[in-house]
């Protein structure tokens, strides 16, 4: 029988859990038997119980909770060959020949690592006596799929990562709950939203919650953005606005690189144009709580996909997404070199190229 692991690694995001359940069942119904590994890669490491079959019931009625039932880790461990050379020597000992890693970019960068040195790994576990020939022989390789869960959308190879949707209602319930007291007060609000280097989920909640002003990595300000800011808001102010609301990604900068904090808006909202301006960073609240309807399916679907994929002829590891509606998988490989070339494009400056990049999900 194929033994699938299925693991959720990095920060959490909504809608893991659906992405769990569907690979259990789906896996199950193709009689394959899966094991859920705990704590992220973690579990892989520490081994043992960290690493046990998952049956039917496991995951009944987890599609509505947020974060992730089989728990995740950012792990320190994983991001050295040793801890990783621990991780493949525990999943063969588990007789684990496929897996699903369920994560975000840097989880899934590591995967990528991992799939790379694999058979170095398999040969010094040999070498060493860990592992028998046996094992060394149907283990050669293993057969990989990532999803990405992340709130932030900061992937390449897929319209949304799952999370995002529910961390973007979340995010603009709080906008529009501080509009109506800013609106009562006629107060500026600075609100600062988490995204990591990405600029997604500042740029559709300002969107979406109707801000005045929007700082995200991508699109950096000039160094002397506080008179533009100025404008903008004192135009919509004389309109008969009687809020400004600025969102900050937490990634934001200007175009020399100059971090753009919440706290630097504020001041200047307050110190030069006079405003009775206040800070909400939202935090950790956008990460938890209910997943959003679209999550729940979505991540049921690429779930669903990702078990086929590690099932068929998958000699490539693979990110399986979300393009158009439907599953679609990229060389995981591809998507991981991608992603960190939008870094690269921020630090060069190529500001249009790296909007560019983080595909066509991104409006500009
Ligand atoms: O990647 C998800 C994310 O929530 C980012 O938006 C944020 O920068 C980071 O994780 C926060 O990390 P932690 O939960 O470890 O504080």
Same mark, same amino acid.
Request: aromatic residues 4%; negative net charge.
């Given at each position: 029988?194929?033994?699938?692991?299925?693991?959720?690694?990095?920060?959490?995001?909504?809608?893991?859990?659906?992405?769990?359940?569907?690979?259990?069942?789906?896996?199950?119904?193709?009689?394959?038997?899966?094991?859920? #590994?705990?704590? +992220?890669?973690? %579990?892989?490491?520490? !081994?043992? @119980?960290?690493? &046990?079959?998952?049956?039917? $019931?496991? =995951?009944?009625?987890?599609?509505?909770?947020?974060?992730?039932?089989?728990?995740?880790?950012?792990?320190?461990?994983?991001?050295?060959?040793?801890?990783?050379?621990?991780?493949?020597?525990?999943?063969?000992?588990?007789?684990?020949?496929?897996? #699903?890693?369920? +994560?975000?970019? %840097?989880?899934?960068? !590591?995967? @990528?690592?991992? &799939?790379?040195?694999?058979? $170095?790994? =398999?040969?010094?576990?040999?070498?060493?006596?860990?592992?028998?020939?046996?094992?060394?022989?149907?283990?050669?390789?293993?057969?990989?799929?990532?999803?990405?869960?992340?709130?932030?959308?900061?992937?390449?190879?897929?319209?949304?990562?799952?999370?995002?949707?529910?961390?973007?209602?979340?995010?603009?319930?709080?906008?529009?709950?501080?509009?109506?007291?800013?609106?009562?007060?006629?107060?500026?609000?600075?609100?600062?939203?988490?995204?990591?280097?990405?600029?997604?989920?500042?740029?559709?909640?300002?969107?979406?919650?109707?801000?005045?002003?929007?700082?995200?990595?991508?699109?950096?300000?000039?160094?002397?953005?506080?008179?533009?800011?100025?404008?903008?808001?004192?135009?919509?102010?004389?309109?008969?606005?009687?809020?400004?609301?600025?969102?900050?990604?937490?990634?934001?900068?200007?175009?020399?690189?100059?971090?753009?904090?919440?706290?630097?808006?504020?001041?200047?909202?307050?110190?030069?144009?006079?405003?009775?301006?206040?800070?909400?960073?939202?935090?950790?609240?956008?990460?938890?709580?209910?997943?959003?309807?679209?999550?729940?399916?979505?991540?049921?679907?690429?779930?669903?996909?990702?078990?086929?994929?590690?099932?068929?002829?998958?000699?490539?590891?693979?990110?399986?997404?979300?393009?158009?509606?439907?599953?679609?998988?990229?060389?995981?490989?591809?998507?991981?070199?991608?992603?960190?070339?939008?870094?690269?494009?921020?630090?060069?400056?190529?500001?249009?190229?790296?909007?560019?990049?983080?595909?066509?999900?991104?409006?500009?």
């Amino acid at each position: 029988t194929v033994r699938i692991g299925v693991l959720t690694s990095g920060g959490d995001a909504q809608g893991m859990n659906a992405a769990v359940r569907a690979v259990v069942r789906t896996a199950l119904a193709a009689d394959a038997e899966v094991y859920g #590994i705990l704590e +992220g890669w973690q %579990g892989a490491v520490d !081994g043992g @119980d960290y690493i &046990r079959p998952l049956g039917w $019931d496991d =995951v009944s009625g987890i599609t509505a909770l947020g974060g992730t039932v089989i728990g995740t880790a950012r792990c320190a461990a994983f991001r050295t060959a040793e801890g990783r050379r621990t991780a493949v020597a525990h999943l063969i000992e588990k007789g684990i020949d496929r897996l #699903i890693v369920i +994560g975000g970019d %840097g989880s899934l960068t !590591g995967t @990528d690592a991992l &799939r790379a040195e694999w058979p $170095d790994h =398999v040969a010094a576990l040999l070498a060493s006596g860990a592992i028998t020939p046996e094992q060394a022989e149907r283990h050669h390789s293993l057969v990989i799929a990532g999803l990405v869960g992340s709130i932030d959308n900061d992937m390449v190879g897929t319209d949304m990562t799952i999370g995002t949707d529910s961390a973007l209602h979340r995010i603009v319930e709080a906008i529009d709950a501080i509009a109506s007291t800013a609106a009562s007060h006629q107060r500026s609000f600075v609100v600062e939203v988490m995204g990591r280097h990405c600029g997604y989920l500042a740029l559709m909640a300002a969107i979406a919650g109707g801000a005045d002003y929007v700082f995200i990595p991508e699109q950096p300000p000039s160094a002397d953005w506080h008179a533009h800011m100025a404008s903008v808001l004192r135009r919509a102010r004389n309109a008969g606005r009687r809020t400004s609301i600025v969102v900050v990604a937490e990634g934001a900068a200007d175009a020399d690189g100059n971090p753009i904090t919440a706290e630097h808006v504020r001041a200047v909202l307050s110190d030069e144009m006079g405003e009775d301006a206040r800070v909400t960073i939202l935090g950790h609240v956008q990460r938890g709580g209910t997943p959003s309807a679209y999550d729940r399916w979505m991540a049921s679907m690429i779930g669903h996909a990702a078990v086929e994929q590690v099932l068929g002829d998958a000699s490539e590891a693979q990110v399986v997404g979300v393009r158009a509606n439907r599953p679609h998988a990229q060389p995981l490989v591809e998507a991981v070199a991608a992603t960190r070339n939008i870094a690269t494009l921020i630090a060069e400056k190529r500001f249009d190229e790296a909007m560019a990049a983080r595909g066509h999900s991104f409006v500009q």
